[in-house]
C-alpha cells in the first residue's frame, strides 16, 4: 500500500512513528543541505512559510521525489521509498516549520497558505503546477 503513494495522492502523515521515521531520513539525506535544524544552507530553509517550489505536502513530495537538478538537489525516488519520502515531507512540514532555529537563512520563493487553514488532508487539487519556474535569487 505505500508504495502506492506519489504526489497526487499523499496526505500528510501526523503519527509518531511516521514523523520518527521522516526525522530520521531528514538527517540522514537532507540536513548536509538543508541544515540540522532545517535553517537553511546550502539548500533553502525549511523552517519559514516560504517556498521555491510550493508549501503543500503534494508540493513538498514531489520536490523531494524529482529534486531540483538544477539547483543541485537529487531525485531521491530512487533512493527513499515512497512511504519515506511522505514521512520526510511530513517531518519537515510539521516539526520543521514554524520553529525559529539560529542563524536561519533568509526566505526564499513564495508565502504558502494551507487552503484549509492549516491541515491539508488530501488536498490534491494544490498541484503546483507554476511552480517549476520560481527561482531564488
Not at 22 to 36: L, S
Not at 64 to 83: C, D, N
Request: charge should be negative; include cysteine; hydrophobic fraction near 30%.
Amino acid at each position: 500500500k505505500s508504495n502506492s503513494i506519489d504526489e497526487s495522492s499523499v496526505v500528510l502523515a501526523t503519527d509518531a512513528t511516521a514523523l520518527s521515521q521522516g526525522e530520521t531520513v531528514y538527517q540522514q539525506n537532507c540536513a548536509q543541505c538543508h541544515g540540522k535544524l532545517g535553517e537553511g544552507g546550502i539548500g533553502p530553509n525549511m523552517t519559514d512559510e516560504y517556498w521555491i517550489h510550493g508549501g503543500s505536502i503534494q508540493d513538498v513530495f514531489k520536490t523531494v521525489k524529482y529534486g531540483v537538478p538544477a539547483k543541485g538537489m537529487i531525485p531521491w525516488e530512487s533512493q527513499l521509498t515512497p512511504a519515506q519520502m511522505q514521512a520526510v515531507s511530513s517531518y519537515i512540514l510539521t516539526n520543521l516549520v514554524g520553529t525559529n532555529p539560529p542563524n536561519a537563512k533568509e526566505p526564499q520563493g513564495e508565502l504558502h497558505v494551507p487552503e484549509d487553514g492549516g491541515t491539508e488532508e488530501a488536498k490534491a487539487d494544490s498541484s503546483g503546477e507554476n511552480t517549476q519556474d520560481l527561482v531564488s535569487n
